[in-house]
């Protein structure tokens, strides 16, 4: 059998596109099955949240003009549920706690447990609409998922996290990756950015598999 494809994933673990990607992700590995292999990483677009809605939505309804773009920008998914209290009473200061700790989970455990913790993660935020800009909010969500917190944050503490959390943002700004979702395929031979259909990431995989 012929090596996997591999499919970098960059994704902000905040980004609406990225909710409603998850869909399609799932759905994607169940058609190809081990033709494909992601490796899930990411980029920095809600850093500073409230800096991000100064900057891009103050004139266009700030938070509450923002939770109504992510509302019907989760629309054409009809499983990608939005918590209406999202944007409107629980706003997130960062994304980068979430990174962080989905980094040290990667390094205490493998690849595999972190890209599982980031889709609960996504969950709590998007359908029980929990502030997962905190740390100890993540931390509960990883013991509850049976994850040892001391050996999660051992990795924090030692900087190997940050530093792993750290190629991945420098490594998007070097390509010049323009936002979350960003599907890197078959190194870097095509990259796909943003809403993109069930339709086109399954006709440009299968032709790279073929």
Known sequence: MSKPIK???????????????????????????????FQFRYLDVFGDTQQKMQNQWAERGHYQGFAEHVKNS????????????????????????????????????HADKSSEMALVFRKAFYIDALDISQLSILMQLVSEHGLETTLVQKFV??????????????????????????FIIDNSRQVLFGNVSDKVLQANISAHIS
């Open 157 to 182: 503490e030692n900087g190997q996290a940050i530093a792993a959390l750290m190629t991945d943002y420098q490594y998007a700004n070097q390509q010049s990756l323009k936002g979350s979702p960003t």
């Open 7 to 37: 499919i970098e994933y960059f994704t902000d673990v905040l980004c609406v596109w990225a909710w409603v990607s998850q869909q399609r992700i799932e759905r994607l590995e169940k058609l190809f099955g081990e033709q494909i292999s």
């Open 74 to 109: 989760a629309s054409c998914e009809p499983n990608a549920i939005i918590n209406p209290k999202i944007w409107q009473e629980v706003q997130p200061t960062t994304s980068t706690t979430a990174h962080l700790i989905l980094k040290a989970i990667e390094l205490a455990y």
